[in-house]
């Protein structure tokens, strides 16, 4: 099955700067890649997506990139503002719904 | 639009016993897949059902199981509980493929196995 790979597992940032989380995925047959957050006690919530037909994605300071030749794609939020603080999850998938999710990166975004 | 469901929120369970989880996915929804979330071990995949049919499987031991009745509500069962199972299961729907819809997570049930 799919395996994916998500780095760094913590990220801390001040206010204002850029955070770039990266994953990696094993299968070349995925075509679907959703970022999540989860803030504490909250359920994951999906912020941005991505399909294998598209290499760039934005929307408004969050941009995600797919590179499928080296099979990963990167997560960019810039002018980063403490709300941004929470756990981050990258996901691959086909289209049968397996859904496979990387281990998190949890933000910091210092005042 | 009601979001998913997922019902009890919080479970208190001891070594030995089996336990049932409920979801009820968004209206509309056919879709519905369980996640196990662990501070260590981040979300992992249990199965996916769609039109009461399990379609995908994860990796764990079959005292995990699940079903999903006719009007897409999903349960999953947990036999003969083990301490290791204590975790945050969350469920997610989505409407046909989630390449076109994305999930959408419920709120979760948080079992503590003692």
């Known amino acids: 099955g799919e395996n994916v790979e998500q780095h760094p597992s913590t990220l801390s940032v001040q206010e204002g700067d850029s955070a770039v989380i990266k994953c990696t995925y094993s299968?070349?047959?995925?075509?679907?890649f959703p970022w999540y957050k989860q803030e504490l006690g909250k359920r994951p919530q999906l912020i941005i997506d991505?399909?294998?037909?598209?290499g760039e994605k934005k929307d408004q300071r969050i941009a995600v990139t797919l590179n499928k030749t080296a099979k990963h794609f990167s997560l960019h939020i810039t002018e980063t503002q403490p709300e941004d603080s929470a756990v981050y999850f990258c996901?691959?998938?086909?289209?049968?719904?397996?859904?496979?999710f990387g281990a998190g990166t949890r933000l910091t975004v210092k005042p | 639009k009601a979001g998913v469901t997922q019902t009890p929120r919080y479970l208190i369970k001891t070594r030995g016993q089996q336990v049932t989880l409920s979801c009820s996915p968004i209206?509309?929804?056919?879709?519905v897949s369980w996640y196990q979330q662990t501070p260590g071990q981040g979300l992992q995949f249990l199965f996916e059902y769609f039109s009461e049919t399990q379609r995908n499987k994860g990796n764990f031991p079959g005292r995990f199981s699940g079903r999903q009745f006719s009007n897409s509500r999903s349960e999953m069962n947990v036999s003969t509980l083990e301490l290791g199972d204590s975790a945050l299961y969350l469920c997610?729907?989505?409407?046909?493929?989630?390449?076109?819809?994305?999930?959408?997570f419920g709120s979760g049930t948080r079992l503590t196995v003692v």
């Open positions: 991505i399909r294998s037909n598209v």
């Open positions: 209206s509309g929804h056919r879709s």
């Open positions: 996901a691959a998938s086909r289209n049968n719904n397996d859904m496979r």
């Open positions: 299968d070349s047959a995925s075509n679907y």
């Open positions: 997610a729907s989505s409407l046909f493929s989630i390449t076109n819809y994305g999930y959408t």
